[in-house]
């Protein structure tokens, strides 16, 4: 039986691997762009173009991805089988060798090998499956849209830290953000190790297949109840990573943002995310439905990005960066309760895991994507983004209208 005691213990060290884990995703932000744009770097020949530039951005960011859409769901599945605590402390341990081949990549200025820790981090990074499913199992259904709250509250805090440490160390040299990451994931291993304490109840097997993503594609559609949850929460996460990853070559290009200013820029948008995740959105989620939600949430985020494209002044980046990152707040606490709440016990690690495949590749191919136009024209990182928050709300509307306003109607009484 778990006490109180050991489920703080163990939930806290899932909300510090989801700190570590997006941190070091955030790190990149102010540093990619940079390092490929910049053609005093070397990194790419001089007179390389800025579309080739733009490629060769979008490759880097969506190598990460691609691969944790494959490592997710075996995550997962892994832990459903023999416990939540081995898959961990591996995953944090491929994490650790993914952010020194990162350093490696920086001192040679090989953009080779900075792919190779790419891939090895998106392995490391599958463990999202491993974290969610922990929380789903220390959670009732009454608590799991605050408790994964709370997890995207983490996912905010590590993007207001994650870009700003990223451009502040940069300064100094473009491998010390990676030796800093391999460091603080070392840390977060150890406690780990120690305090961390399974949280699963039944284990059950799964058949372990490197497909088993693409499977869940698939699979996503088979399931009636949710399966348009699925595909909004993909374009959602296709909206995000569209603009998240890619304007700072906006940023760069429009207003001559440095690695540093482009740091604080997601720093704010990162610590007002963290601030929404974990209080200012629970008003709402205590008293209206995901689903109401998650329409509003797509919305107002399409509203947000398609108004951005004609901001022409730096003043109004910023007022921008705290609504947006208020309103996108609700996604993931919305989309991950209806998810597991639909899911029966036994299988909260796989359908999870379904999800987190399906919002991993809506970021490898929104990455790729994005590289081949970004670097002809950088507006279109806000432009497509915002289309593709509008669509999700559409879709939202057009299938559960009456769930939507019915829900909204009683709670408004």
């Known amino acids: 039986m778990r006490t109180k005691t050991s489920y703080s213990s163990s939930f806290y060290i899932l909300l510090f691997v989801t700190f570590i884990d997006f941190m070091g995703m955030g790190l990149v932000y102010p540093i990619f762009s940079n390092i490929l744009f910049d053609k005093t770097l070397s990194f790419l020949p001089v007179a390389t173009s800025n579309e080739i530039r733009g490629i060769w951005l979008g490759v880097l960011f969506a190598a990460m991805p691609f691969v944790q859409f494959f490592s997710t769901p075996i995550w997962g599945a892994i832990s459903d089988g023999i416990g939540r605590k081995k898959p961990l402390i591996w995953s944090l341990s491929v994490t650790i060798i993914g952010h020194l081949i990162s350093v490696l990549g920086i001192l040679n200025k090989s953009i080779a090998v900075l792919f190779l820790s790419r891939v090895v981090l998106g392995i490391g990074s599958g463990n999202i499956s491993i974290v969610q499913a922990g929380i789903a199992d220390l959670?009732?259904?009454?608590?799991?849209?605050?408790?994964?709250?709370l997890y995207a509250m983490a996912i905010g805090i590590s993007f207001t830290f994650g870009p700003v440490i990223g451009g502040l160390l940069?300064?100094?040299?473009?491998?010390?953000?990676?030796?800093?990451?391999?460091?603080?994931?070392f840390l977060n291993l150890i406690l780990a190790f120690i305090f961390f304490k399974d949280t699963i109840l039944k284990s059950i097997k799964h058949k372990l297949s490197w497909t088993v993503g693409i499977k869940n594609l698939f699979k996503s559609f088979s399931y009636k109840n949710i399966r348009i949850i699925f595909i909004c929460s993909f374009l959602s996460g296709f909206a995000w990573v569209y603009f998240m990853d890619f304007i700072p070559v906006y940023l760069i290009t429009n207003y001559n943002f440095t690695p540093s200013s482009v740091g604080l820029f997601y720093g704010l948008i990162g610590g007002v995310y963290a601030i929404s995740?974990?209080?200012?959105?629970?008003?709402?989620?205590?008293?209206?439905?995901?689903i109401t939600l998650f329409f509003f949430a797509t919305f107002f985020a399409a509203i947000s990005l398609l108004t951005l494209?004609?901001?022409?002044?730096?003043?109004w980046l910023w007022i921008f960066a705290i609504y947006y990152a208020y309103i996108t707040a609700f996604l993931f606490p919305t989309?991950?309760?209806?998810?597991?709440?639909?899911?029966?016990?036994?299988i909260q690690g796989e359908a999870l895991g379904i999800l987190g495949s399906v919002n991993t590749a809506s970021n490898a191919i929104s990455a790729l994507i994005a590289g081949i136009f970004i670097g002809i024209m950088p507006k279109l990182s806000m432009w497509i983004g915002g289309s593709a928050f509008l669509l999700a709300a559409i879709i939202l509307f057009t299938t559960f209208k009456k769930d939507i306003f019915k829900k909204l109607h009683k709670r408004i009484e």
Not at 170 to 185: N, Q, R, V
Not at 335 to 346: E, F, L, P, Q, R
């Open 170 to 185: 940069s300064k100094w040299g473009y491998d010390l953000p990676f030796i800093f990451a391999s460091s603080i994931t």
């Open 309 to 315: 494209s004609i901001i022409s002044y730096a003043f």
């Open 139 to 149: 959670s009732s259904a009454e608590s799991k849209a605050k408790n994964f709250g």
């Open 277 to 290: 995740a974990g209080v200012l959105i629970r008003p709402f989620l205590n008293r209206f439905s995901p």
């Open 335 to 346: 989309t991950s309760a209806i998810v597991s709440n639909k899911a029966s016990a036994d």
